[in-house]
């Protein structure tokens, strides 16, 4: 069983939709990473977080320690951001644990 | 602009040969990695290195091998040990604890 869940594994949305994306994890961690990967397969790093709250433009991310949750949110949905966003646990050491991530299709 | 620069972008090898993906950074980062992805699976750790001439195995490192003789580079080599070894290879840098992760293009490695 992975350490880290995502939900859902596949997301269809109209533009403009309000998205959610969850991560739940089941160790202690000093760090969250949501991480977008276009078709080319690049990542882009999007947030690190341990605690509360961050937002960089349409997106927002959550967390809550107690409960072990992460969400990831973009608001007024675009089909640019069309991709595989991926939730990763950091444990202490640096080394990264990876959700399967959650494909996100947004249709104009 | 700094950043990592992998490459190739798309591997092709036989079956039985070695094949040395390159990982270029020009961060100043200390740490380095190395992942592989398969398609339906997370991203997988092979090797890392937190400093010059230094390197750990991750959790898949069975059939790969890696050198950290300078800052800027971290090759990963395939060798003919691996059993699978096509998929999407991934190399990442950190600056230190706290500081995140920036992740390189990726090289699609394909073994026929």
């Known amino acids: 069983k992975n350490e880290v869940e995502q939900s859902p594994q596949n997301l269809t949305a109209q533009e403009g939709e309000f998205i959610t994306i969850n991560c739940s994890y089941s160790?202690?961690?000093?760090?969250l990473h949501w991480l977008q990967q276009h078709p080319g397969g690049g990542i882009v790093s999007l947030f690190m977080?341990?605690?509360g709250k961050k937002k960089h433009g349409r997106l927002i991310a959550t967390i809550n320690i107690q409960e072990k949750h992460s969400s990831l949110h973009i608001t007024a949905s675009h089909p640019r951001d069309s991709a595989v966003y991926i939730c990763a646990v950091e444990v202490g050491n640096e080394k990264l644990t990876f959700g399967t991530g959650t494909r996100l299709t947004i249709i104009p | 602009d700094g950043g990592i620069t992998q490459s190739p972008k798309y591997l092709f090898r036989k079956e039985g040969q070695n094949v040395t993906l390159s990982c270029e950074q020009n961060?100043?980062?200390?740490?380095m990695y190395w992942y592989r992805q398969d398609p339906g699976q997370g991203l997988r750790l092979i090797y890392y290195?937190?400093?010059?001439?230094?390197?750990q195995k991750g959790d898949i490192a069975e059939g790969y091998s890696v050198s950290r003789e300078k800052k800027e580079s971290f090759p990963l080599t395939v060798t003919s040990a691996q059993k699978n070894p096509t998929a999407f290879y991934l190399c990442a840098t950190a600056r230190g604890p706290g500081y995140g992760y920036t992740f390189g293009s990726g090289t699609r490695l394909t073994v026929v």
């Open positions: 961060l100043n980062h200390d740490a």
């Open positions: 160790v202690g961690i000093s760090a």
């Open positions: 977080l341990s605690s």
């Open positions: 290195s937190q400093i010059v001439n230094d390197f």
